[in-house]
T-cell receptor, first 111, second 118 residues
Framework: KAGVTQTPRYLIKTRGQQVTLSCSPI?????VSWYQQTPGQGLQFLFE???????NKGNFPGRFSGRQFSNSRSEMNVSTLELGDSALYLC??????????FGSGTRLTVV | AQSVTQPDIHITVSEGASLELRCNYSYGATPYLFWYVQSPGQGLQLLLK??????LVQGIKGFEAEFKRSQSSFNLRKPSVHWSDAAEYFC????????????????FGTGTRLTIIP
């Protein structure tokens, strides 16, 4: 079966802009979670969605937001980009077996 | 506080040698345990996971891990490494006993970078 698809793979944005990243989970998976990976902070949890509802949120500013659609696809948005938002953004989809399956990520560079 | 520790930031191993990557956790109850591997610029691939039962878990790519409750450890092993095993390895945990799977975050260790020398 198809894996987790994240688009785009790479993005370059300017400070102050906003960006939207997309994640399509494995078919049948209803939980999607997002993580930020940076060299300094490692892998940090952003938020998790299940059936279009945010169930859990990490310790990130309100500039980071997300949503999930009825087909389980999820988007995350970062507004007013800062240099420190440069990171690899990973999403994971989860089925009923705690199998957190990750996508290849979106590499965001803020200049 | 709940935490996951990978004591080794970087390990170098000769091709064909055995490998052990360490992972220790600090949780009130034994969490669900995972090992992931990440190649440069790529996402995370699940190697294996432990929920309950046999404490020796077999994974993909010839990896195995042993859960030791007394030591709060979940070390990853491979009897003979290949050059393609060079990557970063992450141990991760999720608290046990949740009513809705997936809503608890994975907490990751800081990772161990594995270098293979010929």
């Amino acid at each position: 079966k198809a894996g987790v698809t994240q688009t785009p793979r790479y993005l370059i944005k300017t400070r102050g802009q906003q960006v939207t990243l997309s994640c399509s989970p494995i078919s049948g998976h209803r939980s999607v979670s997002w993580y930020q990976q940076t060299p300094g902070q490692g892998l940090q949890f952003l938020f998790e969605y299940f059936s279009e509802t945010q169930r859990n949120k990490g310790n990130f500013p309100g500039r980071f937001s997300g949503r999930q659609f009825s087909n389980s696809r999820s988007e995350m948005n970062v507004s007013t980009l800062e240099l420190g938002d440069s990171a690899l953004y990973l999403c994971a989809s989860t089925g009923g077996d705690y199998g957190y399956t990750f996508g290849s990520g979106t590499r965001l560079t803020v200049v | 506080a709940q935490s996951v520790t990978q004591p080794d930031i970087h390990i170098t191993v000769s091709e064909g040698a055995s490998l052990e990557l360490r992972c220790n956790y600090s949780y009130g109850a034994t969490p669900y345990l995972f090992w992931y591997v990440q190649s440069p610029g790529q996402g995370l691939q699940l190697l294996l996971k432990y929920f309950s039962g046999d404490t020796l878990v077999q994974g993909i790519k010839g990896f195995e891990a042993e859960f030791k409750r007394s030591q709060s450890s979940f070390n990853l092993r491979k009897p003979s490494v290949h050059w393609s095993d060079a990557a970063e390895y992450f141990c991760a945990v999720v608290p046990r006993g949740l009513s809705n799977f997936g809503n608890e975050k994975l907490t990751f260790g800081t990772g161990t970078r594995l270098t293979i020398i010929p």
